[in-house]
C-alpha cells in the first residue's frame, strides 16, 4: 500500500511541476501580450492625435489641385477661346 501512495505522489509532484511550468509559461505571454497591447495603443493615441494635422493637409492639398487645374483650365480658354 504504501507504494502505491508513494507513486500517487510522485505522479502528483510531477502534474504539479508540469501544471508550474505552463502557469509560467501563461504569466510570460500574458505579459507579452500586455506589452504589445499597450505599445499598440501608444501608436494608435499617435494616430490620433496626428488626423486633424494630416486632415488640414489634405485640405490645402486640396486647395492647390483645384487652384492649379482652374489656372490650367483659364490658360487653355484664353489661348484657343480668345
Known amino acids: 500500500m504504501s507504494?502505491?501512495?508513494f507513486k500517487q505522489a510522485k505522479e502528483l509532484v510531477e502534474r504539479m511541476e508540469f501544471s508550474?511550468?505552463?502557469l509560467k509559461r501563461a504569466v510570460e505571454n500574458i505579459e507579452s501580450s500586455t506589452q504589445n497591447?499597450?505599445?499598440t495603443l501608444k501608436h494608435q493615441e499617435d494616430i490620433i492625435n496626428k488626423l486633424?494635422?494630416?486632415d488640414k493637409?489634405?485640405?490645402y492639398m486640396s486647395i492647390a489641385v483645384a487652384v492649379n487645374i482652374g489656372l490650367i483650365v483659364g490658360i487653355l480658354i484664353g489661348k484657343y477661346l480668345l
Open 20 to 22: 508550474e511550468i505552463a
Open 52 to 54: 486633424p494635422y494630416a
Open 37 to 39: 497591447f499597450e505599445t
Open 3 to 5: 507504494d502505491m501512495s
Open 57 to 59: 493637409k489634405l485640405s
